[in-house]
Every structure is written in C-alpha cells, then in structure tokens.
C-alpha cells in the first residue's frame, strides 16, 4: 500500500521569512496529493492540492510542486504570518473508483512563525 | 449545508465500556471515511465505506472495532471493551462518490479512556 513520509517534523521560521515542507510517496499509482492545515483542537482543512498531470499549483501565498519522477511534492509558504503557525500534512490518493481513494497522511509538520 | 456533522465532540468512557462514535455526512456526500488521529501525530486510516457497504477496511484493527453506514442515519464507529490505547481523536471525513477532492472532515470525537 501507499506510504507517505514527511520533513520536516518541526519547522521554526521567522515572520515574513518562507517556510517549505517536503513530502515523498511510495505508490507510483498515487494521482491526488493535497495539504490540509490543522490547528490545535480542530479539524484538518484542505489549503491546496495537486493532481498528477500538473507540476505546480499556487494560490496566493501557497505553493505546492510535484516530481512525479521522483515521487515528491513539496508545500512552499511565503511571507509567512505568525496566523500560519499550525501543524500541516501532506497526503496522496489512488483517487479511483476502486477504493484507493482512500487519503495516505504523513505525519504532519508543526509550524511555528515567530513575530 | 451544515458540513460534516461529528457526535459528541468529546466522550468519556471506562476501561471496558463501548464507545459509539456518530458521523453524519455533508448533504450529498454519499462516502465516509474515518481516520484515527493519536496525541502529536498524523492521521491514520481506519475505514471507508459508502451506504451499506465497507469498502475499504484495511486500516481497522482486526478486534473490537467496528463501523457501519446504514441505508438511512449516519455512520457508527463502535470500539468494544475500550483500552487506554483508544485515547485519540477520531475525525470522519466525507465526499461525493469518487471525488476524494470534495472531502470534507469533521471537527472530531475526542475519546478519552480512564
């Protein structure tokens, strides 16, 4: 089955410095990778996601690349804001009908943005 | 569309006792998904099922555990003769059939086991 492995673990940048978290995958067939941001005590939300066909995705301050080759893909912030201090993880998807939908989740980076 | 709608947020069971934990899915969201998420890490897969049938039950532990998503009602999560080890958060997700995109996660079941 799939296995996805994040870096790094904890990651402490300065307001308004970038940060950037790297993701790989195991599964070649993996098609869908998104990132969800989690706040303490809440729910994982969906911030930006990539669909293999595509090599980079960016949405305001939020950027993600994947080397399909080299099965990664990375989550690049700029110009952080101490608002974006949350743990964030990375996932992939079969995204099939035949039940490899399923979301494979590293295990999470946690974002400190010091003021 | 009130989202995905988790009961109760937080549960409080004895060693021994069952914990029932409820997912009802967004309107039109005919798959659910459930993910168990332990103290300072990710979120790992347990079961994924559409109405009346499991899909995918890969990540369920082969004991105690259980999970239903009957015709009308929302889905169930049951853990038997809870453990401390069951301490966790469990979060359901849910989405259209075949579009993991459109998933949606609930705010989660805190259960915790004393």
């Known amino acids: 089955g799939e296995n996805v492995e994040q870096h790094p673990s904890t990651l402490s940048v300065q307001e308004g410095d970038s940060a950037v978290i790297k993701c790989t995958y195991s599964?070649?067939?993996?098609?869908?990778f998104p990132w969800y941001k989690q706040e303490l005590g809440k729910r994982p939300q969906l911030i930006i996601d990539?669909?293999?066909?595509?090599g980079e995705k960016k949405d305001q301050r939020i950027a993600v690349t994947l080397n399909k080759t080299a099965k990664h893909f990375s989550l690049h912030i700029t110009e952080t804001q101490p608002e974006d201090s949350a743990v964030y993880f990375c996932?992939?998807?079969?995204?099939?009908?035949?039940?490899?939908?399923?979301?494979?989740f590293g295990k999470g980076t946690k974002l400190t943005v010091n003021p | 569309n009130a989202g995905v709608m988790q009961n109760p947020r937080h549960l409080v069971r004895r060693r021994g006792q069952e914990a029932r934990l409820r997912c009802s899915p967004m309107?039109?969201?005919?798959?659910v998904y459930w993910y168990r998420q332990l103290p300072e890490e990710g979120l790992k897969f347990m079961v994924y099922?559409?109405?009346?049938?499991?899909?995918?039950e890969s990540g369920m532990p082969k004991e105690r555990f259980s999970a239903e998503f009957p015709k009308e009602g929302p889905s169930i999560l049951r853990i038997q003769q809870v453990v401390r080890g069951d301490s966790a958060a469990y979060f359901c997700?849910?989405?259209?059939?075949?579009?993991?995109?459109?998933?949606?996660f609930g705010q989660g079941t805190r259960l915790t086991v004393v």
């Open positions: 997700a849910s989405s259209p059939a075949g579009q993991i995109s459109e998933a949606f």
């Open positions: 599964d070649s067939a993996s098609n869908y």
């Open positions: 990539i669909r293999s066909n595509v």
């Open positions: 996932a992939a998807s079969g995204g099939g009908w035949s039940g490899s939908e399923k979301l494979v």
């Open positions: 309107k039109g969201h005919s798959h």
């Open positions: 099922l559409q109405k009346e049938n499991i899909i995918d």
